[in-house]
């Protein structure tokens, strides 16, 4: 009696045929997500991937003749909209995702009734949810240029957000635009005249269906210490000792939640506040009367970084239009190595038990 053994190599190739028949019947009614899901290389399974059977010997030339149609672009891999399954880390809820620094002229009003363009950096982010693998960045760009034509106002750029907020399918966005914003100023003395420049933030933030206005200054200042001045005055009053009082560059960022009211709160608005508050604004352009001027000036408001604070939150009080604000001050002192620094807040908008440790490095004016 003759047994006969089958032969395992020929078993095995038709198991595998069969695997490959199912799998092709499967890949074709898949969607190219779900290819890309199960395993990208299933694609060159299908019929219609054969003329890449030779993959990757590919073609180098540039095809400048190509056209995409709709069809072409269903067909694209999204990988950052991609199924829950593709999240990688923990699966949590994301604050803030998005872009920064994308840079757009705006044309913004000026309280005189003129118009001014500016390059503008922009932020823009959403809140992403903790199932969902990723946004589509661009999709926020092209938000911006839809608006970016239009004179600036909040409502402007809450369209914006409202736009990208919908497109991206998020709960929470929020939009930050950074400028330098020109003011021409006279001298103290002389009459000469030349643009002082203010580094702005405007910030709109959407949360829990709650829409906020927010400003950012940065105010550059000269700070005379009134420790100093008394001490060199003593030299002078009773030794006869010529001796000069320590000043230095020092820069406070103001940021102020608007409320909504009739009246506007201008830029400009804000910067004669910071000028009436504490008056020792840095000048552009001086000649020796106007050197001469600003160093009375100084001695006639000399000022620790705690009263810099406080003038500015005094002024900022007594303005309807400014609900809750944020005072962040840096003396870049001439005496000591290191700078002398105040925060005061007003309002839950920025009462925060953390500092960003790198917050007052970035008080420096940059010329």
């Known amino acids: 009696m003759n047994i ?31 290819v890309a899901e199960l395993d990208p290389a299933i694609s060159r399974l299908l019929p219609e991937a054969s003329d890449f059977a030779n993959y990757p010997a590919l073609r180098r030339a540039y095809p400048e003749d190509f056209e995409v149609s709709e069809a072409y672009k269903e067909g694209l891999p999204d990988l950052q909209n991609g199924p829950e399954s593709l999240i990688r880390g923990a699966k949590r809820q994301i604050q803030h995702v998005g872009i920064s620094n994308f840079r757009l002229p705006i044309r913004f009003h000026t309280r005189d009734g003129g118009d001014l363009t500016l390059e503008t950096s922009v932020t823009g982010t959403v809140s992403l949810e903790a199932e969902k693998k990723g946004i589509n960045m661009s999709r926020i760009m092209r938000s911006f240029y839809r608006h970016a034509e ?16 919908a497109d991206l399918e998020s ?33 709109l933030v959407e949360q829990g269906g709650r829409m906020i206005e927010i400003i950012h200054l940065d105010y550059v200042y000269s700070s005379t210490c009134p420790c100093s001045l008394e001490l060199s005055e003593h030299a002078r009053r009773t030794r006869h000792q010529l001796a000069t009082p320590h000043s230095q560059r020092s820069v406070a960022r103001l940021s102020v939640v608007v409320k909504n009211q009739p009246d506007t709160l201008w830029f400009e608005d804000l910067i004669d506040l910071c000028r009436t508050a504490v ?24 000022i620790f970084v705690e009263d810099a604070a406080r003038l500015f939150a005094e002024a900022m009080e007594n303005d309807r239009r400014i609900g809750d604000f944020r005072v962040i001050a840096s003396h870049q002192e001439s005496l000591h190595s290191h700078d002398a620094v105040s925060v005061l807040t007003e309002g839950a908008t920025f009462a925060a038990q953390s500092l960003d440790p790198k917050v007052f490095a970035t008080l420096f004016h940059v010329g």
């Open 171 to 203: 709960f929470d966005a929020r939009i930050q635009m950074r400028f330098s914003f020109p003011v021409k100023r006279r001298s103290l003395r002389s009459g000469l005249e030349g643009y002082q420049y203010y580094d702005i933030a405007l910030e």
């Open 279 to 302: 008056p020792t604004e840095t000048q552009v352009m001086v000649k020796r009367e106007d050197e001469q001027a600003f160093a009375e000036l100084n001695a006639a408001n000399p």
């Open 150 to 165: 239009r004179t600036f106002s909040f409502d402007v750029i809450e369209a914006a957000l409202r736009d990208y907020q």
């Open 4 to 34: 006969h053994t089958g032969d395992p190599e020929r078993e095995e190739r038709a198991r595998a045929a069969a695997a490959l028949e199912t799998l092709r019947a499967w890949a074709a009614k898949a969607t190219p997500t779900e």
